[in-house]
């Protein structure tokens, strides 16, 4: 039981590591420098690697959620905690980042792009979820309610995303060209090459993150019931 | 050039903020776990 | 007949009820008694649809209760600590409405007669938010009996009545008994679980640890005896 | 389907009861509502001719503001006495309870609004010239949204202790893209530009709700379940 989940965890170090050091050669040495933008359009491919970790994370929150419903274990409820935790992390680095890009290629910080938006609307749901979790009551009762608010949650986010683009292209009709990941017309190999590995580099990152916050909340759980049993049998 | 400074400061800041919140979690179950073991070597 | 087989109940890392197995026939009065955190809520809320036990499962009339059977609850009154009443509104209208929830045939009539059982039918249009404790009660024992069930859940009915009102409540109960009808009381007070009950259980940490019928003859102090000895486990 | 009905109906019948008795989260909403208009009328000078633009958005501002004060008592008020267990134990669909909640606050709101909305025309000075049919049809279509998610949230919210404060935070993010739709087609209609802009915005309304609406239809008996 415990040696190939320690195995995999020793897999997805090893080929962290390195796929690390290689995806930040690739962004700051390898691939070509943007000629319109500079060395400032290096920001797009962590950027666009966190926002897809971002929904990944949403998803699989939504994915343990509906699990839940149908049987509530504490594995899930965990999971899907951790995966919101680390969902609330990558949305607050695609907001900044996407902010950075803003005023870097546009010239100001915010702007009601519909895919960054929609990450604001995104962290707003994730804090909001994680506020549920935080609730007064039983274990099996939050993880209800949770659960429920999850889906919910999950169901909102492609509509968020359609009405906003929806709403832009109405107010002001395409100023920014099909907007920041097509970067107008195309993407160059190389860079696709690199932001292809980035986002693969990324997403281990988050597996990691995983797998050691759920190893931890799981230590967690077992110390505070083996402290609630040594307490009843104090009292007693 | 600032701006892409900028921007990885950001995000290796936040990543580390969260493996930091880790941590901090381990350290709290360290020393919960302390206090167990010295209930139970006084019973 | 309402059947609990094997029921075990946990609740966060407590269990509540463990193997819990009880039947109960047409009729019979149980008595549930036990300290504080023997079950005895929780039990009363598995039986009436307000939770799922974790293993197990509850038979009515042969049919087991889950979550899509709304029409077995009618069945069951379940009156608990709380009245579940709404205080804006007269006695008539909380029962009326709680009539048409359980689809009860004549509200008004039945609604007219309840409240003068329980010694209600002068207030019968002020808003219950002026009533006292043992009006309230009075007022939450008329609500269960209207809806006719064939099995009581009656979790510690005699708080906050005053003398006159546990017997009226103590004669309600027993009329509906010879009708046929099956309640399982929960209570503190022994003295009226003598009265109203011909069998008791005593539960404590979530298992039955006695089961048998009352003995009407003996009183009070050899009931209180033995109820401390099963509960002391001795 | 039909008992489902029956049922919400009673127990809306009964909420509005109450609420007629006393008034209280009614009178509490309206001059609530009365209340943002005139902060508003010191914020921006009505006097003001650009301040007209603003009155699309002010419309939903006052009518989600007003309205999460009524959401907050919908459930809350069911704690009294417990009668919410009541309602679990009674032989019903829990749906029902949901469909009889929803349709008292929209009753509750939609007054609120009669009331809120010719106010706010009056103190901004601001002449409707737009067409009445389809501004009631999108003020409508959007209130049920609201009330729908607002609905569910609030029995969500209800189980904690500080739910006055948690709906908010659970039920603004979720109402996003309904409001972006919702003050958008207000607009449209209020300057009389072209209703074919206004209807789209009003489908996607219209999905939304009914998206929403069968989304929290099935997953309402999960909250009313106790652990």
């Known amino acids: 039981m415990k040696q190939p989940s320690a195995f995999v965890d020793r897999m997805l170090y090893i080929l962290l590591v390195p796929a690390m050091f290689v995806s930040l050669y690739l962004i700051f040495i390898w691939s070509p420098i943007e000629k319109q933008m500079g060395a400032s359009?290096?920001?797009?491919?962590?950027?666009?690697?966190?926002?897809?970790?971002?929904?990944?994370?949403?998803?699989?929150?939504?994915?343990?959620?509906?699990?839940?419903?149908?049987?509530?274990?504490?594995?899930?409820?965990?999971?899907?905690?951790?995966?919101?935790?680390?969902?609330?992390?990558?949305?607050?680095?695609?907001?900044?980042?996407?902010?950075?890009?803003?005023?870097?290629?546009?010239?100001?910080?915010?702007?009601?792009?519909?895919?960054?938006?929609?990450?604001?609307?995104?962290?707003?749901?994730?804090?909001?979820?994680?506020?549920?979790?935080?609730?007064?009551?039983?274990?099996?009762?939050?993880?209800?309610?949770?659960?429920?608010?999850?889906?919910?949650?999950?169901?909102?986010?492609?509509?968020?995303?359609?009405?906003?683009?929806?709403?832009?292209?109405?107010?002001?009709?395409?100023?920014?060209?099909?907007?920041?990941?097509?970067?107008?017309g195309g993407v160059e190999p190389d860079m696709l090459v690199t932001l292809l590995f980035c986002i693969g580099t990324i997403t281990l990152l988050y597996l990691f993150m995983m797998r050691k916050g759920i190893e931890i909340e799981k230590m967690r759980l077992t110390v505070r019931k083996a402290k609630s049993r040594v307490i009843e049998k104090l009292a007693s | 050039m600032g701006y892409l400074f900028m921007a990885y400061t950001i995000i290796w800041a936040l990543l580390a903020g969260y493996i930091f919140v880790l941590g901090k979690r381990q350290k709290d179950l360290k020393k919960e776990l302390k206090v167990l073991e010295d209930w139970k070597s006084e019973q | 007949m309402l059947e609990l087989k094997e029921i075990t109940k946990i609740i966060g890392d407590k269990i509540i009820l463990r193997n819990f197995s009880l039947a109960l026939a047409p009729g019979e009065s149980v008595a549930v008694i036990g300290p504080n955190g023997a079950g005895k809520s929780t039990f009363f809320k598995l039986a009436a649809g307000l939770m799922q036990p974790t293993s197990g499962e509850i038979l009515l009339n042969g049919e087991q209760i889950k979550k899509k059977t709304h029409l077995l609850k009618k069945r069951i009154g379940y009156l608990g600590h709380e009245s579940f009443l709404y205080s804006a509104l007269t006695p008539l209208e909380n029962l009326r409405f709680y009539g048409k929830l359980y689809k009860v045939k004549n509200i008004e009539e039945k609604g007219m007669e309840l409240l003068k059982a329980v010694g209600l039918h002068y207030f019968k249009d002020i808003p219950i938010r002026s009533f006292s404790r043992g009006m309230i009660q009075r007022l939450a024992i008329a609500r269960v009996l209207l809806t006719e069930p064939d099995f009581l859940l009656l979790d510690e009915p005699h708080t906050g009545l005053d003398q006159e009102a546990v017997s009226l409540l103590n004669l309600l109960i027993k009329e509906r008994q010879e009708k046929g009808i099956a309640i399982l009381l929960i209570s503190h007070d022994f003295e009226q679980v003598i009265q109203v009950c011909e069998r008791v259980l005593i539960l404590n940490k979530g298992r039955v640890v006695e089961d048998k019928s009352i003995d009407h003859q003996r009183g009070l102090m050899p009931f209180k005896n033995w109820y401390e000895a099963a509960v002391s486990g001795k | 389907m039909k008992i489902i009905l029956a049922d919400a109906l009673t127990i809306a019948a009964k909420d509005l009861r109450n609420e007629l008795k006393s008034k209280q989260t009614s009178g509490m909403m309206i001059i609530f509502s009365s209340l943002v208009i005139l902060i508003f009328s010191f914020a921006f000078d009505p006097t003001n001719n650009t301040v007209k633009a603003i009155i699309p958005g002010l419309i939903w501002v006052i009518t989600i503001f007003s309205g999460l004060l009524g959401l907050n008592r919908s459930f809350i008020s069911e704690q009294e006495n417990d009668s919410l267990t009541g309602l679990k134990v009674a032989p019903i669909d829990p749906s029902s309870i949901f469909l009889g909640k929803v349709v008292a606050n929209l009753v509750l709101v939609t007054i609120v609004q009669m009331l809120s909305i010719p106010i706010l025309f009056l103190l901004f000075d601001y002449k409707f010239h737009g067409d009445l049919i389809w501004f009631l049809l999108i003020v409508l279509t959007a209130t049920i949204g609201f009330i729908v998610i607002g609905t569910f949230l609030a029995a969500l919210a209800a189980n904690a202790k500080n739910s006055e404060m948690l709906l908010p935070v659970l039920l603004l993010p979720l109402l996003s893209p309904l409001m972006i739709g919702a003050v958008q087609a207000t607009k449209i209609v209020l300057e009389q530009e072209g209703i074919t802009d206004a209807i789209s915005w009003l489908q996607l309304m219209a999905a939304y709700d009914l998206l929403f609406f069968a989304a929290c239809f099935f997953l309402f008996e999960y909250l009313m379940e106790g652990s």
């Open chain 1, 41 to 184: 359009q290096k920001i797009f491919y962590f950027h666009v690697s966190t926002a897809w970790v971002a929904f990944l994370a949403f998803f699989v929150v939504g994915y343990y959620c509906v699990l839940m419903l149908k049987r509530p274990t504490e594995d899930r409820f965990i999971k899907a905690g951790i995966s919101a935790e680390i969902g609330v992390v990558f949305t607050t680095i695609t907001l900044l980042t996407g902010m950075i890009w803003g005023k870097s290629a546009w010239n100001t910080w915010w702007t009601w792009e519909p895919r960054l938006v929609t990450v604001l609307i995104l962290l707003f749901i994730y804090i909001a979820y994680l506020f549920v979790r935080k609730m007064e009551g039983t274990w099996e009762k939050i993880a209800k309610l949770s659960a429920v608010f999850g889906i919910i949650g999950c169901i909102n986010v492609p509509i968020v995303f359609m009405a906003i683009r929806w709403w832009n292209t109405k107010l002001h009709p395409v100023v920014f060209g099909e907007g920041k990941n097509q970067s107008g």
